[in-house]
């Protein structure tokens, strides 16, 4: 009984961990959007019907070059926050990849 309760502590707390670093990953994430991705982008961008944007990938993917054409040079961790923030606040897709 005692491997039972150590078990379900371990799980409490690695979903406690991975739950705030995934707001802080998305939270940082609208940080860099609104400072650098707003100048050319509306948030009715996002929400259009006709998106080409169809899955979670392909939002990456789009993250990624505008993130190269704007030369914002981010690191990898940031394109990801950006993605996460935009995937939570609008597209709300699978994120398996």
């Not at 705030?20 to 940082?28: I, L, V």
């Amino acid at each position: 009984m005692n491997l039972l309760y150590r078990t379900l502590l371990n799980f409490m707390v690695f979903t406690l961990l991975y739950s705030t670093a995934y707001a802080f990953d998305s939270e940082n994430g609208k940080i860099l959007h609104n400072d650098n991705c707003v100048r050319c982008h509306e948030h009715s961008l996002y929400t259009r019907k006709e998106s080409k944007i169809q899955s979670y990938p392909l939002l990456h993917e789009r993250v990624v070059q505008c993130e190269l054409m704007s030369e914002l040079m981010w690191f990898e961790e940031e394109t990801d926050q950006v993605t996460t923030y935009l995937n939570d606040s609008f597209y709300h897709f699978n994120q398996g990849k």
